[in-house]
């Protein structure tokens, strides 16, 4: 029985935990969310490159570590405690592991190696089930994507369409074209900026080793490290209110000593560990291409979005009043915990298939 | 990270598995078996364990152990749970003494009492129960109002204990009582073990709402005990009534309900206006939560080996396991009555033996959110332990046990002592 990371991922990431708390991924969130910084904190993803968290899961042929989803999961944890406002999900996450699943050779040479180092940022775009009209045909894309996060930053993005059966594919268009027109949208979370993306005829590929399942499988994957991010940022919540009830004075004692306060605090814990639980099997899912990975995927999905969703509500409460303003750092993780329970499909469609796995697995 | 034993591990797990499939009777035509067929069959199982040391395997050899290590502890009872033990064996009568008691007297008894009891207790010549809880005080423990009294070589225990699990059935009783009332209250507590048999003690079942009799009252009236008979130090009982507690709430996390499969079953069959049930997106919401929850109670377990095997000591950290698994029992149960619709408030006997994880979920959660520490309880030392809360507030912790106020401090009324007349 081993299902914990190895010392070697703990000692990764405590690297990551490291630089993230000497670069102040908050204060860089605050920052973007002020306009001070645009779009993404760039010195904390050059950091990062410099660690090699870009190039984790990318082979060795294309300049990556040649490391696995595991390394990939300790990060997004570390990422989503700091709050950092950096294109991992869109570009490492989505981006970089379809083209190194799904992408031809020459796919792979041109786009892998500067995902690795970060020097390239590329992003996704999701087929919509609300008015989606995105269709590739003879190599040209054409349709609006909306919300495409870090729309504005990417120089390449993955597009998912659905064939003539409603079978989703996923095209690579590089967006250094007259061909795509883009403009920022506003979202609940300005840390993580979003774009409209419009493709008029772009020029675009299919990933041809996608298949019919290739969809779902990166999406599979996308939720579990998307779950590792969730979580990391409910501990830091979590933290957050721990830290201010032991502080916080009232009727003459810490509210935190109140059974009201502790018992609130108890069971975010309970949420995130047993989030924390369904996420370790996720990964152990995705790691070992297990068969149990749509089940793993959808448990570690919904437990993270309603342990990050509970938490931030909840480490409001806990600040009271101060907790609603502006200088508080409450309303970032707020934030973050609606738009993280939003990109990759809601939380009604995961659990969805979550009981469609479960049916399989009874039968 | 896999699932993967150790080449060991591998070894001892077939050598579990080998010696289970000699040893486990099967149960004859799937028939329920009466009571004193139950004992027969657990007896002659358990001491087949004892003699084997499976029946404590990290136990020393000294004591009827096998001085292994917690992960093929935990190893034997993946295995055994694959055989159905204790419902086919009726073993349950013995738990308390095998994983309450016996590692009570393990931990803090004499050498006498290791060895006058501990063989005993493993080979299943001796039933045990705890004799902690009473009318006025369950959550708080260390308000025991029963008394302990100094008589020559022994003592007279007098008071009233509930909620005694299998007392009607037991041979001895770990006791706490009230040694010193005139101290604050988990200052004077000490633990004895109690003859069930012996005079001045009464057992009384209690009639549960399942019109079941589990539980019991036990009542004490000078019943005599040795002081041989003590565990630890006069007035040091408290420390030992941890230890006890410590060992419930270790194996709370092993309790099942309802499993989702049976709830997703009959989401499958039952309907909702004329449609399969499941194809209502609230009875999938439930099912999933079933899942979710049961199944993250496994991988909290697949965990803490994990760690146990890297060489960590488990602490307080888990205590959320029961309040997860309890208040899902109670939650799946009611939403397979909902599915059913009116038909759901039929009992087993009229639905058939398919019904009964439902109705037993019904029944038994609520009683096991309340035993080995109530969801309260376990939430107050999750936030105080492990999250680093303050403590909560208590009126009553510094004050001699017999001038507490029964109404709690300031707002009762003067002189209306729990303890009259010490």
């Keep these: ?363 | 990270m896999d699932f993967d034993d150790t080449p060991e591990e591998a070894e001892f797990r077939a050598e579990v598995r080998a010696w289970l499939t000699q040893n486990v009777e099967p149960r004859p035509n799937g028939s329920v078996l009466d009571l004193d067929a139950r004992f027969v069959r657990a007896r002659r199982f358990l001491a087949a364990k004892a003699a084997k040391g499976y029946a404590a395997i990290t136990w020393p050899k000294e004591f009827g152990g096998l001085g292994g290590t917690e992960i093929q502890h935990i190893i034997f009872l993946q295995e055994q749970a694959k055989v159905d033990v204790p419902t086919m064996h009726g073993s349950d009568f013995f738990s308390v003494g095998i994983n309450l008691c016996g590692g009570t007297i393990l931990k803090c008894g004499t050498d006498e009492q290791r060895h006058r009891f501990l063989p005993r207790i493993l080979r299943a010549e001796e039933i045990w129960c705890q004799l902690f809880s009473e009318p006025s005080g369950g959550s708080d423990l260390a308000a025991v109002r029963t008394r302990a009294v100094r008589d020559g070589e022994d003592w007279l225990i007098t008071g009233q204990k509930v909620w005694t699990t299998y007392g009607q059935f037991s041979d001895f009783g770990l006791c706490l009582a009230r040694t010193d009332p005139a101290v604050p209250k988990h200052r004077g507590l000490t633990m004895f073990i109690v003859d069930m048999r012996s005079p001045g003690v009464e057992v009384r079942p209690i009639r549960q709402m399942s019109d079941e009799a589990e539980f019991n009252e036990v009542f004490l009236d000078n019943a005599r005990v040795s002081d041989r008979f003590r565990i630890g130090a006069v007035n040091d009982g408290w420390k030992v009534a941890l230890t006890t507690l410590g060992h419930e709430r270790s194996t709370a996390a092993t309790l099942t309900f309802i499993e989702w499969q049976h709830v997703l079953k009959i989401a499958q069959q039952a309907k909702i206006n004329s449609q399969p049930a499941i194809e209502d997106g609230r009875i999938r919401e439930k099912v999933a939560e079933c899942w979710f929850n049961s199944f993250g109670v496994r991988l909290m377990a697949f965990r803490s080996q994990t760690a146990l095997a890297r060489g960590a000591v488990p602490g307080p950290e888990e205590s959320w396991a029961k309040i997860i698994i309890t208040g899902q029992g109670q939650r799946s149960a009611i939403a397979a009555m909902d599915m059913l619709g009116a038909l759901g408030s039929l009992t087993a006997e009229e639905l058939g033996d398919s019904w009964n994880p439902v109705e037993e979920g019904w029944y038994w959660a609520p009683a096991f959110r309340i035993a080995g520490g109530t969801d309260e309880i376990l939430r107050n030392i999750l936030a105080e332990r492990v999250l680093g809360l303050p403590p909560d507030i208590r009126v009553d912790r510094d004050i001699p046990f017999n001038k507490i106020n029964t109404y709690g401090g300031s707002h009762g009324q003067p002189g209306d002592a729990v303890w009259k007349g010490l």
């Design chain 1, 1 to 363: 029985m081993n299902f914990d990371f190895s010392p070697e991922q703990e000692q990764f990431r405590d690297q990551i935990r490291r630089f993230l708390q000497k670069a102040d991924g908050v204060g860089q969130a605050r920052s973007v969310l002020d306009n001070k910084v645009q779009n993404y904190s760039a010195p904390i993803w050059h950091g990062l490159a410099d660690l090699g968290v870009q190039a984790i899961a990318i082979p060795e042929e294309h300049s990556g570590l040649g490391l696995g989803a595991l390394e990939l999961c300790v990060a997004a944890e570390e990422l989503g405690r700091a709050l950092a406002p950096v294109p991992f999900l869109s570009s490492v996450c989505v981006c970089a592991e379809s083209i190194r699943l799904f992408g031809s050779e020459k796919q792979q040479a041109k786009w892998l190696p500067g995902l690795a180092n970060g020097s390239i940022i590329g992003t996704w775009a999701f087929a919509d089930n609300t008015g989606d009209d995105t269709r590739f045909q003879s190599g040209t894309l054409s349709g609006t994507k909306v919300p495409v996060l870090d729309g504005m930053i990417a120089e390449v993005i993955i597009v998912v369409t659905k064939d003539a059966d409603g079978t989703p594919m996923l095209t690579l268009c590089d967006l250094a074209q007259s061909r795509v027109e883009r403009q920022p949208v506003k979202t609940v979370d300005p840390t993580r900026p979003a774009a409209r993306v419009k493709f008029v005829g772009a020029t675009a590929e299919l990933l041809p080793k996608c298949g019919a399942g290739g969809w779902q499988k990166l999406s599979d994957r996308a939720a579990v490290l998307l779950a590792f991010e969730q979580l990391g940022s409910a501990e830091s919540s979590l933290a957050m209110a721990c830290a201010y009830a032991r502080e916080r004075g009232a009727f003459g004692r810490k509210i935190g000593s109140f059974q009201a306060i502790k018992h609130k605090l108890t069971d975010m814990y309970i949420k995130i560990q047993l989030a924390r639980c369904h996420c370790y099997y996720g990964a152990w899912a995705i790691s070992t291409d297990a068969a149990d990975t749509p089940l793993a995927a959808a448990g570690a999905r919904c437990g993270a979005i309603d342990a990050l969703d509970f938490a931030a509500q909840e480490n409001i409460q806990v600040h009271g009043g101060i907790g609603i303003t502006w200088e508080s750092n409450c309303h970032l993780f707020y934030r973050r915990a609606r738009l993280n329970a939003l990109l990759l499909g809601s939380r009604c469609e995961w659990q969805d298939r979550l009981v469609a796995s479960l049916k399989r697995k009874l039968v």
